[in-house]
């Protein structure tokens, strides 16, 4: 069976991008099923370095096809733009397909976006702005624009009635609740002929693309965007996104069943991070935690922002592994630790008095909680741009195996700096 998903364990950030664009060299097809441009998978190979906020990171290579799923949420602009700058560097984009029906994040989402976050004042979630939150509101809602209804933006029975409807609701609240400018329908119904003009050549319905790419027994990597943290429905509630980045999210999010996924690959990195609010319990306000983001460079590849940097949190990768049922681990970035005389691992929490094992659901209480950390020596030989796990100082690779052993499934991957070759292969996940 053919499919690999590639699932943030942590709070995103990851580095699932380079760890796409590295397994997808044994792929055919690389399938992104959640999430918007609210994403930045940075890659670094040998035609320079990347960020993606919407097309698939396994572009560069030739025999691979890129499909936007169903599940992720697209900006046109923010799609057109990314083609256009991976056409003018020489990237092949003719393999790029998109769902039509893939949600459209229109401009009305990205003006309530930063409305309603303003409104939420000292209780920000800290999302990034770029509308994705509203548009996955209106797709439950139903009154969502999918890719495919640009195609026929220009028909004034079929799609302007479904236009007006919505935008008269989206101009009520913007000049009521907000005492904002009102979108113009003409306007917006412009934007989306054109948007459907120049998306034409990409969207199709992928899923049976999909599906007959997994009856003929080709690879696929599944790319989730964000982290199992940030889920929806999993993780540190109200703090999330607003969509599943779990790997529940890749069969929802492509119109795959759960049976061809037979490998769900946890990436983590090495330590911890979090962008915006919501608890994190083993951040660090200290010199060390400024440390982490220094050397890591732990600014957002989307919004600049600082990320919150930690140690190594055991207690949220087992609840991260058993939602997802990792079958292989990624570890990432380990080169950052290197040189600390010391690394820490949290393996359980203090609360009350008490000891606690498990990830409690209630953010309050999480943010009340106190990490039990674990100290381990840390090592002096560099791990940075090592290739080989021979070349891995032994106190690496035991703060390597206590993770492993903590969280209870094998680390296949470790990578050591941003670009392809500087990754150990510690056993094949995909056979090519
Ligand atoms: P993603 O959203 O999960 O793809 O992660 P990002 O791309 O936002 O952040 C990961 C950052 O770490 C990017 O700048 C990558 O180039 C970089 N990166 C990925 N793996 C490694 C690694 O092993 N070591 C170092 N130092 N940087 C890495």
Not at 107 to 127: C, F, K, M, N, Q
Not at 203 to 227: D, F, S, W
Not at 401 to 409: K, P, Q, S, T
Request: aromatic share 8%.
């Amino acid at each position: 069976m053919p499919a690999f998903a590639v699932i943030g364990a942590q709070w995103g950030d990851e580095g699932k991008g380079k760890i796409v664009d590295y397994l997808a060299q044994h792929c055919q097809y690389v399938v992104r099923f959640s999430g918007g441009n609210n994403a930045g998978h940075t890659v670094i190979n040998e035609m320079g370095e990347f960020a993606f906020h919407l097309v698939p990171s396994g572009i560069f290579w030739p025999q691979v096809t890129c499909i936007v799923g169903n599940g992720v949420v697209i900006d046109p602009d923010v799609l057109l733009d990314e083609i256009r700058k991976l056409q003018e560097r020489g990237v092949d984009t003719s393999r790029l397909l998109i769902s039509d029906r893939t949600h459209v994040i229109m401009p009305y989402h990205v003006r309530l976006d930063a409305l309603e976050e303003r409104a939420r004042g000292g209780s920000a979630i800290g999302t990034t702005g770029k509308g994705v939150g509203p548009a996955y509101v209106d797709k439950v809602g139903r009154v969502g624009i999918r890719a495919g209804d640009l195609l026929e933006a220009g028909h004034s029975t079929t799609f302007l009635p479904r236009l007006a409807h919505v935008v008269k609701q989206k101009n009520a609240i913007i000049t009521s609740v907000y005492q904002g400018e009102p979108f113009s329908l003409e306007k917006l119904q412009a934007r989306c002929v054109e948007w459907g003009q120049r998306l034409a050549p990409y969207i199709r319905p992928t899923e049976p693309v999909v599906h007959q790419a997994i009856a003929r027994k080709e690879n696929l990597l599944l790319e989730g965007a964000q982290g199992t943290m940030l889920d929806v429905d999993h993780g540190t509630y109200p703090f999330v996104t607003s969509s599943s980045p779990s790997v529940g999210g890749a069969c929802i999010g492509l119109g795959i069943p759960p049976h061809v996924i037979t490998g769900v690959i946890g990436v983590f990195k090495a330590y911890s991070t979090r962008v915006g609010g919501g608890p994190l319990p083993t951040e660090l306000h200290d010199a060390t935690g400024e440390a982490i983001r220094q050397r890591a460079w732990e600014y957002g590849t989307t919004t600049g922002r600082p990320r919150r940097c930690g140690w190594f949190d055991a207690v949220a990768a087992r609840y991260s592994a058993a939602v997802n049922g990792f079958t292989s681990l990624v570890l990432t970035r380990l080169d950052v630790l290197d040189g600390f005389p010391s690394v820490k691992v949290c393996v359980a929490y203090r609360l009350d008095g008490k000891t606690l094992n498990q990830l409690p659901t209630n953010t309050s209480v999480l943010d009340r909680c106190q990490p039990v950390y674990e100290e381990l020596p840390g090592w002096d030989q560099p791990t940075a741009s090592v290739n080989h796990r021979a070349g891995l100082p032994e106190r690496a690779l035991r703060y390597a195996a206590r993770i492993e052993e903590l969280i209870g499934v094998p680390i296949d991957l470790i990578s050591t700096g941003p670009r392809r070759e500087e990754t150990v292969v510690v056993r094949p996940m995909i056979k090519a």
